[in-house]
């Protein structure tokens, strides 16, 4: 046993006004110290040998100290003798409900150990979140997209058509059936429209509606798509124009509206409109 050298071995000596209970429990606490801190038999014999040296130069009676040692002794080789092997545990797995359901049901493993001589331990689990959360079904690339340009093309010829929508393309394509795509099916091939998802691909992903008008307008006249029935897409290009009208017209009417404050000198917080609307 490793001592520090600053160890002096300073204990309560025999002559010393304490009560004798305590001078034969130091006895004992220390003998089962040397007992626990020992590693081997032989070891502990070392070491009480060395306990017997120095109470015994503190006074103590070498029949007291011999008296404790021996009851010590006999203590352990019968605490040694009444330990039975353990047998490991039976772990039953159980879910996890409440504090309260827990508790019943220790209680109630616990009886039942003592009735067939068996340690059963529960052991509780709970509920992962990814087994309350449903596995969303897997949906087509088509169904989350909108605001888009598709092209449509068919499986049993060269036909196709270029269109835009700014809904979900799985509508518009439903919308289809009924369409000039649903009647090329119908009269050209005799089919019934019922599947088009894997006709259908995305040309162009866009912001918002005025810049699907754009593409449209430059995807059908790049590939001049069969199926299209209008023509040169005058809409969007219309629409193209307004904006542009718009957009130049009211920094004109601004111009203007400067140069007159300037030229009258009348402070922008009195006065009235100079231009009338629509200008």
């Known amino acids: 046993m490793y001592r520090k050298k600053t160890n002096k071995g300073l204990l309560i000596h025999y002559h010393s006004h304490v009560d004798n209970r305590c001078k ?14 020992s590693s081997s038999p032989d070891l502990f014999s070392k070491e009480c040998y060395d306990l017997r040296k120095m109470f015994l130069k503190l006074k103590y009676p070498v029949k007291l100290i011999d008296s ?14 009444c330990i039975k092997p353990v047998d490991s545990p039976v772990l039953i797995t159980l879910p996890f409900k409440d504090q309260k359901s827990a508790d019943s049901v220790s209680r109630q493993l616990s009886d039942l150990s003592k009735k067939i001589d068996r340690v059963l331990q529960p052991v509780f689990t709970s509920r ?37 929508t700014s809904r979900h393309l799985h509508l518009r394509i439903e919308e289809h059936k009924y369409s000039v795509i649903g009647k090329h099916l119908k009269d050209k091939h005799n089919q019934r429209p019922t599947n088009l998802h894997e006709q259908f ?9 005025f810049e699907c008008l754009i593409y449209e307008v430059l995807l059908i006249r790049k590939k001049r798509p069969t199926l299209n029935t209008q023509t040169d897409s005058i809409p969007a290009e219309t629409v193209y124009l307004n904006f542009l009208h718009s957009f130049a017209g009211s920094y004109l009417q601004l111009g203007v509206t400067c140069y007159l404050v300037r030229k009258q000198k009348v402070s ?9 609307e629509g200008v």
């Not at 034969?24 to 801190?37: E, G, P, Q, V």
């Not at 691909?201 to 509606?209: P, Q, V």
């Not at 922008?268 to 009338?276: N, V």
């Open 201 to 209: 691909t995305t040309l162009k992903k866009c912001h918002r509606k």
């Open 24 to 37: 034969r429990s130091l006895i004992r606490t220390m003998f089962d110290r040397t007992k626990r801190l």
């Open 68 to 81: 404790i040692f021996k009851t010590f002794h006999a203590s352990q080789d019968q605490n040694q003798s």
């Open 268 to 276: 922008m917080t009195d006065r009235k409109p100079l231009l009338p």
């Open 128 to 164: 992962k979140i990814s087994e309350d959360l449903k596995i969303t079904e897997t949906k087509p690339s088509l169904v989350n997209q909108q605001c888009v340009v598709y092209e449509f093309q068919c499986n049993s010829c060269d036909s196709n058509y270029i269109g835009y």
